[in-house]
């Protein structure tokens, strides 16, 4: 019984952070998609944390059924450029991340070259900014969990319809913003198939525009 009590008072610990409780939400934060830019705007002095929906499922469910939800999803191929991207340049600067740029670049010359040579099913299941944006926010249902999805490439105009339903600040600041579109325009066919085979369940469920492939034959 005593347990159960402690469980509804909103203490702060993983996943769990103090604004979340202050404004009675949850952020999933999937990697690369804005959320640096959501941390800075609550004050959240805390860190990056990726957690998964379960995870704040899992360490304290009353919150979780309570709380709104949600999270900014993105074109899983800007999203896996910018990924990219940000391990070239040493990431956090930490030591998997530097281990992960040496890996990288020893394999690998360009973006084109680390679809075709380094990534595969195993590498993004391993490397946490790589991993599918589905698992963030569905269930094993492939049912979403959250009560918004807001969209990377309307994130203003998203942003400010939540946070007039919210009660949260309109003006989300700029952090961490990459341009993608050249480089994912020069992939060969075989990484842009690559890419939808690996994402498949990011571009079915979260409704992204398959890439367009060349029609052989």
Known sequence: MLQRLIRRLPFTYYPYKT??????????HIPKNAGSSVLQLFADKGGRKHAKWYDFYESNDYFFKRYFKFAIVR????????AYRYVLQGGSGGKHDLALQKH????????????????????????L?????YLYVYDRQQECVTDCLLRYESLAKDWQQLAQQQGFTESLPKVNTSN???????LSETARAKVMQLYNMDYQLLG???LGLQVKG
């Not at 900014?129 to 944006?133: A, D, E, R, V």
């Open 208 to 210: 992204y525009k398959p």
């Open 19 to 28: 604004f979340m409780h202050k404004h009675k939400c949850i952020f999933i």
């Open 129 to 133: 900014l790589f991993q599918p944006q």
């Open 75 to 82: 074109e899983p191929l800007s999203r896996l450029y910018s």
């Open 180 to 186: 993608s579109d050249k480089q994912c325009q020069e």
């Open 104 to 127: 990288i670049t020893a394999n690998s010359h360009n973006f084109c070259s680390f679809i075709e040579q380094v990534l595969d099913a195993d590498f993004i299941m391993l490397q």
